[in-house]
């Protein structure tokens, strides 16, 4: 599947996530809009398309595999969001709700259903970048902005229920898989913080290797989190021994946003180079990639500034995996994991 806004408007996608039972993806970004993909519409194309393994030639690396180049203009859903979309979070008790923060700093709950806000909470004072639903108790959302907090919100309140103080901006924040009591973030200060939001005080685990700020964070398991940073890294971090045990490298990444993702095994993230670059957990070096194309014939690339990956989100227990970049571009790739 290859998605091209139809329209020559701003375009760079921050956003993409898959609704609890997969059916449905969100996109969202500079556009001023919410779009709704159903997943079963590409993945019908997806069948009736051959996969061939490819080879990187300049590389060696084993390709990124992807459908043909037909442009689908397929949104089931345009939302219009107003302003711009950081993030977007899926609720896995309400099927229809969607999180969204953005740049006034704004947290908006979505019914996708009926292409309505129905709650917003503004306590945030500058562009907020980050929001999550928690997996397990889905009445409780967290936020992360400019202005150095991490806001916790009930659904049931009009008010947040308490706010985390950092020292920095906020880039990041996701609740842990298991505890739904768990919260990790990532700040400008090149830190990755998990608070147990039981006892909000203090962290119960602090790490600074990074060398600049931290843009995401991401569970591999319970006990495991990833990070990514505009040093050019990803980082993983065992919380059993409270250290860094694999750094990936490879990627190129010192000033945007580029995205990341996991599967459990597998990591995924954008580039700078316009790639994107697909590492098994266990290896520090990238296993495959994929390079977006650097021009098409709709206008959408008109060489205004270097696109980069800018987003991208695994699809649960398969090796679909939906990325975008700065020019609006998306695509369904598949990874060939044998």
């Known amino acids: 599947m290859f998605y091209i806004d139809p329209f020559d408007s701003p375009s760079a996608i921050s956003s993409i996530e898959f609704d609890c039972d997969n059916e449905y993806f969100a996109v969202a970004g500079a556009s001023r809009d919410i779009k709704i993909f159903d997943f079963s519409v590409i993945d019908e194309m997806i069948r ?13 690396q084993q390709s990124l595999l992807c459908g043909n180049v037909q442009r689908v203009h397929c949104p089931s ?40 806000c129905v709650q917003t909470f503004d306590e945030h004072e500058k562009r907020a970048w980050s929001v999550d639903i928690c997996p397990t108790k889905s009445t409780l959302i967290a936020s992360g902005s400019d202005n150095g907090t991490v806001k916790i919100w009930s659904t049931t309140m009009r008010q947040s229920v308490f706010t985390l103080q950092q020292h920095s901006n906020v880039c990041c924040v996701r609740f842990g898989p298991d505890i739904d009591s768990y919260l990790a973030m990532g700040t400008s200060d090149h830190k990755v913080t998990c608070y147990d939001l039981r006892y909000p005080d203090t962290p119960v685990y602090s790490f600074r290797d990074h060398e600049r700020a931290v843009s995401y964070v991401r569970w591999l398991s319970g006990t495991d989190i990833i990070s990514a940073s505009i040093d050019n890294s990803l980082r993983r971090w065992d919380l059993i021994s409270n250290k860094s045990c694999v750094t990936y490298r490879g990627h190129k990444n010192g000033k945007h946003f580029v995205g990341l993702s996991t599967d459990g095994n597998w990591i995924s993230c954008g580039s700078e180079d316009n790639h994107v670059y697909a590492y098994h957990k266990d290896i520090k070096s990238p296993i495959a990639k994929f390079r977006f194309p650097m021009a098409d014939d709709s206008g959408a690339t008109n060489g205004r500034y270097r696109a980069f990956v800018s987003s991208l989100c695994w699809k649960s227990d398969s090796s679909v995996l939906v990325a975008a970049n700065s020019k609006g571009i998306i695509k369904v790739l598949k990874l060939d994991k044998e």
Do not use: F, M
């Open 48 to 60: 009736r398309t051959e996969y061939t393994p490819g080879n990187d030639s300049r590389s060696g």
């Open 77 to 116: 859903q345009v939302i219009d969001s107003v302003t711009r979309v950081s993030c977007l979070a899926w609720s896995n008790n309400t099927k229809s709700h969607l999180a969204s923060s953005d740049h006034n700093g704004l947290i908006k709950i979505w019914d996708t259903n009926e292409g309505l």
